[in-house]
């Protein structure tokens, strides 16, 4: 089984930055590829990015395009997402998740963590 912590969220201000990480564990090194999702109140869950574990292909929403940056670091079994330019609307809790080699659909789950933009 693998297990998805994330961490970074908080408080920010409009057009500040935040930081938040996901790290694996367990069977990690199977996995092909690692997203981010997120829910603001009262909204459906939103696609924000993903990134494959080997090759470092990276995929954006529109709406996020140009000021998020996902990253990855294997030797720590780490996947990152670098917020500028943040926005009232990217107010949401933010969820790593998780596909296996071999899977189509993601299979594993964080807890979230909560962002907040101020403004």
């Known amino acids: 089984q693998v297990q998805l912590v994330e961490s970074g969220g908080g408080l920010e201000q409009v057009g500040g930055s935040l930081r938040l990480s996901c790290a694996a564990s367990?069977?990690?090194?199977?996995?092909?590829?690692v997203g981010w999702f997120r829910q603001a109140p009262g909204k459906e869950r939103e696609f924000v990015a993903r990134?494959?574990?080997?090759?470092?292909?990276?995929l954006y929403a529109d709406s996020v395009k140009g000021r998020f940056t996902i990253s990855r670091d294997n030797a720590k079994n780490t996947v990152y997402l670098q917020m500028n330019s943040l926005k009232p609307e990217d107010t949401a809790v933010y969820y790593c998740a998780a596909k296996d080699r071999g899977s189509v659909s993601y299979g594993y789950w964080g807890q979230g963590t909560q962002v907040t933009v101020s403004s």
């Open positions: 990134i494959t574990w080997s090759g470092g292909s990276t």
């Open positions: 367990g069977r990690a090194f199977s996995l092909h590829a």
